[in-house]
């Protein structure tokens, strides 16, 4: 192995038992995918020496990517099963559609942006995965296209989650979404119990960025 892979290494090992396992993120399967999926390989090439760090980091288009740990916190909630076809909002670099492609039977992910979209799809295609398609539009109100899902990861804040969401989940399906505006947003974990129930857990405090959409939503930062 050489120098630098072994530091690579080094600092993904790091990642894992300084960022995230403080963060409750203690789930062996989701650990396991962390080490095994390379984040740097969905970094630009610019930012790659601080792909661990715990940091959102420019991915281009004025757009970033999340903190390692939430990356992780979210994948842990959603507990994405083998049988499990996942939508995914905001596909930034393609790293949280590898991560839950990881163990889902399918990932739907949608990007606004078209530059970012084919950046996505080449970093997914260099990473060897091939359940997943990356898809183009403003899914800031839902996407029907290939519903009802059974995991729905929205990454990226929204002022209120749309009506439309809850409905292309399925019973038993799970939504992770970041809820409210800065300087306070919940990261929410909802879960569709039956046909007209739904339960709703507020995980964790933090800031994102908003959501791209045709729509610009006017957070103040």
Do not use: C
């Amino acid at each position: 192995m050489s120098a630098v892979k072994m530091d690579m290494e080094q600092a993904r090992f790091n990642m894992i038992e300084q960022q995230i396992r403080p963060w409750e993120v203690l789930d062996p399967e989701v650990l396991d995918i962390l080490a095994t999926v390379k984040r740097e390989d969905f970094v630009p090439a610019a930012h790659r020496a601080l792909a661990f760090a715990d940091l959102e980091l420019p991915i281009g288009n004025g757009q970033t990517m999340l903190q390692p740990k939430i990356d992780a916190r979210v994948l842990q909630e959603v507990n994405v099963r083998s049988t499990d076809v996942v939508l995914e909002v905001g596909t930034g670099s393609g790293y949280m559609a590898a991560l839950l492609a990881a163990n889902a039977e399918y990932v739907h992910t949608v990007e606004i942006d078209s530059v970012l979209a084919e950046t996505a799809r080449q970093n997914l295609r260099q990473a060897g995965i091939t359940n997943v398609s990356v898809e183009i539009g403003d899914a800031s109100q839902g996407w029907s296209a290939s519903s009802p899902y059974d995991v729905i990861v929205i990454s990226g804040a929204l002022r209120e989650l749309p009506e439309a969401f809850l409905q292309q989940l399925k019973p038993g399906g799970r939504l992770v979404a970041f809820i409210g505006e800065p300087p306070v947003m919940e990261a929410q974990l909802v879960t569709r119990t039956a046909d007209r129930a739904f339960t709703t857990i507020n995980l964790f405090e933090t800031v994102v960025a908003p959501l791209s959409s045709r729509k610009r939503p006017r957070f103040v930062f």
